[in-house]
């Protein structure tokens, strides 16, 4: 079951009615299953934020329909099963956490004595039990992003979207925010976030999605993502006394000398026994074999570059 | 999952608590001090020139400083509050909750007027203070002049809402600074209008429409009659304090409204 469809979301907005419409979504497809771990994957800028609001409901699309658990955003049992921490929040700075927490699950419409119990589970649950009656101005911000993650997770929701939940954050900060998002999938809860920071897409998403310049360019599985791509080998040998040539080979074969190894290329998979077998025959002494799988990065710079030489040339 | 949907006075009155804990943490204190230091400093001066007086000077001082810098604290505090808590994306996390999004203008604006009659209130302490330390006693109209002041800071605050749900900062800022003075000469409009229609000239109705769209603020203050020790007038109270509620009402509904049915928050 999809938690969240998204289908051909148009948004624009005109920053005086004299400028032009600048177009920020212009047809954003999305589907996030029950269970995932969705993450959103864009450079600054590509609408992550405003698609995010979208499906929340803080924006009207002028075109499109959006479902979100099966129904409409406006429909309060449904944003009753909803979670969500907005990129980079700046909570009242006057307020503790356990103030803010148990304001939420009171919004949430907990009971006074089932917040103040909720309140103090979530907070263990952040790892902010040392610093929950200490005011938020006090907060670091690893500390802020885990505040902002209790309030959204304070109702148990089936559904959490989380905007640049990592954004600042240093490594352990990050860690940390990732084994909450995984205990949090853990016990059911779907998980759509968006980011920039490509690690943490590949070590916990189940499916990523390219949003760039208001398009979603791919989704899917990160290594179905990754195989869509050509995946080359490198053959590790022993460099030979007598350098090698590689004329009777009927495909292309690339070598990087290194000192005391060398590094043999092969274009495809598919050819990877033919050539360790015609390798061998000539003397050499095979150390190693890696597959070559673009990763998620080359993935994202490959598609920013397509878009950026389609709007040149469209410019042109 | 929770356990239901809040109702939406319930959601209000927690949004309006978090609001006032936030007022008063961050200004109250300090407002009423500086409030409480220059009233002594005037009540000193003021004892030391005016004989027989005194007790006039310190309630007109009093009670007319209680009046503007509270109208500009509602300006001020309201405005900020609102703008900042959409500027840091902090109400983004409550209008996503089950709650209909009129309730986020509702919350604030209890949580505001709360904190606003609080305010006015320890202003007028401290005026009361002064006059009983100095011997005196309090004038007859003092403190039904409170509860008018506190009406009208309620109105003001209301007035600074609905621009704050429409315009930006400064606008906001701007308009309800401009309501609030015409508001303040709105008797004088009228009076202008009616001349001017007495002398035969045309289109004076603009001028009355214009003193029925703004606040009648000279309605809601009895700093007179306090000052100088008179009876409290008790129909002008009534009135004034029904009038100011209606048109409190109308703009918080109308601040609700706009809200409820922007399509960008």
Redesign the interface.
Known sequence: MNVLKLKDIHYS?RPHFWSKSHHILKGVDLEVEEGSIFGFLGPNGAGKTTTI?TI?????PQKGQSTVLGGSIQD??I????G?????????D??TCR?LVQ??A??????YR?ARDVTAKVIDQVNLTHAADRKLRDYSKGMLQRT?LA??IV????FLILDEPMGGVDPVGRREIREIMLALRENGSTILFSTHILPDIETICDTVGILIDGVVRRCGPPDTLSSKSTESVEIIIITPSTPLTYEDFSFDITETPMGQFTKVNVEKIEYTDETIDRLRNKGAKIRKVNPIRPNLEDLFLEEFQTNSRVQESTNV | ??????SPI??AF??G??TF??CI??RLLLVTLVFTAVLIAVSVAAGSVSLGARTRIITDTGLSAASAIGSLMAIALTISSFSHEIR???A?????????RWTYILGKYLGLALTMSTIISLMYFATAGIILIQGESLPIAFWASIWLNIVEILLVTSIALFFSTMAVPVLAASYTGAIILAGNLSGDILLFARRAADQGHENTFIFEMFYYIVPDLQHLSLRTQAANNLPVPTDFVLHGSLYAFAYTAMAVIGAMWLFSKR???
Not at chain 1, 56 to 60: C, K, N, R
Not at chain 1, 106 to 111: D, H, I, Y
Not at chain 2, 92 to 100: H, K, M
């Open positions: 907005v609001k929340l409901g803080l924006v009207t309060p049992l944003r009753n099963k909803i969500f921490t907005p990129e980079h929040p700046i909570f009242p006057y307020l103030e304001q939420h009171l919004l949430a419409g907990l009971t089932t902002g309030q959204a109702g148990n929701p089936q | 999952m929770s356990e239901s949907i809040p319930k959601s927690v949004i608590y978090i804990l936030g943490r961050d840091n994306r902090t983004y996390t409550i209008v996503v909750r089950p709650i209909p399509h960008t928050i």
